[in-house]
């Protein structure tokens, strides 16, 4: 069965420092993977997706994932944080099979500090 | 402009009531969901919908309804049998015609916060 493991509940950075958010999968298809960020009191926006293609996944906002099979991760990142960049993040997996809909991890709030 | 529309915003119901939250979409999507959020726990599946009239349980659809006679609509009922239904839900669609929708980018709703008093 599928799952993701977002590892840290909450982290926090400086303004300009480099923002790292982890993600780990379980999947007993190859999985397509996705990151979204959600500000309060609103609903997900797509900020990229893994979907075999390649490894290095560039998004919006200039945030980037790298899929690495071996290790089953697709952290999150992005080399220099912005006040903007505060928010919740989640890491998503695709269920796989014939219902193509998303397992979701239990999220990361990032907050930046100036 | 294309988007998904939730309403209300905010919602307030009385123990023993059933509500309705409402969804709409202009993207002509023909796969629609409906996820709970609450802290710390992640998006849960409750519903979702791959074309009209065709609608498939999630992980925790006890206590939950929906109905799926337009394209563009797709609303839940939070029924009094849902024990504890204080929580943001959230609406998303996606295309669902491609032969791999596992693909599909969800697009979200701006949510509504149901809160039982």
């Known amino acids: 069965a599928q799952s993701v493991t977002q590892l840290g509940s909450h982290v926090s950075v400086s303004e300009g420092a480099l923002v790292l958010l982890r993600c780990n999968y379980s999947s007993s298809v190859p999985p397509y993977l996705f990151w979204y960020v959600q500000y309060p009191n609103q609903g997900l926006q797509l900020l990229l997706k893994?979907?075999?293609?390649?490894?290095l996944v560039k998004g919006i906002n200039g945030f980037e994932a790298e899929f690495k099979k071996s290790e089953t991760s697709f952290h999150l990142t992005k080399p220099s944080a912005h006040m903007s960049d505060a928010a919740e993040y989640f890491c998503?997996?695709?269920?796989?099979?014939?219902?193509?809909?998303?397992?979701f991890g239990k999220g990361t709030k990032l907050s930046v500090k100036p | 402009d294309g988007g998904i529309t939730q309403s209300p915003k905010y919602l307030f119901r009385k123990e023993g009531q059933n509500v309705t939250l409402s969804c709409e979409q202009n993207l002509n999507h023909d796969a629609m969901y409906w996820y709970r959020q609450d802290p710390g726990q992640g998006l849960r599946l409750i519903y979702y919908s791959q074309i009209v009239n065709d609608f498939q349980k999630g992980d925790i659809a006890e206590g939950y309804s929906v109905s799926r006679e337009k394209k563009e609509s797709f609303p839940l009922t939070v029924t009094s049998a849902q024990k504890n239904p204080t929580a943001f839900y959230l609406c998303?669609?996606?295309?669902?015609?491609?032969?791999?929708?596992?693909?599909?980018?969800?697009?979200f709703g701006p949510g509504t916060r149901l809160t039982v008093l």
């Open positions: 998503a997996v695709t269920r796989g099979g014939s219902q193509g809909n998303l397992i």
């Open positions: 893994y979907t075999s293609a390649a490894t």
């Open positions: 998303a669609s996606s295309l669902g015609t491609t032969s791999d929708w596992s693909t599909d980018t969800q697009y």
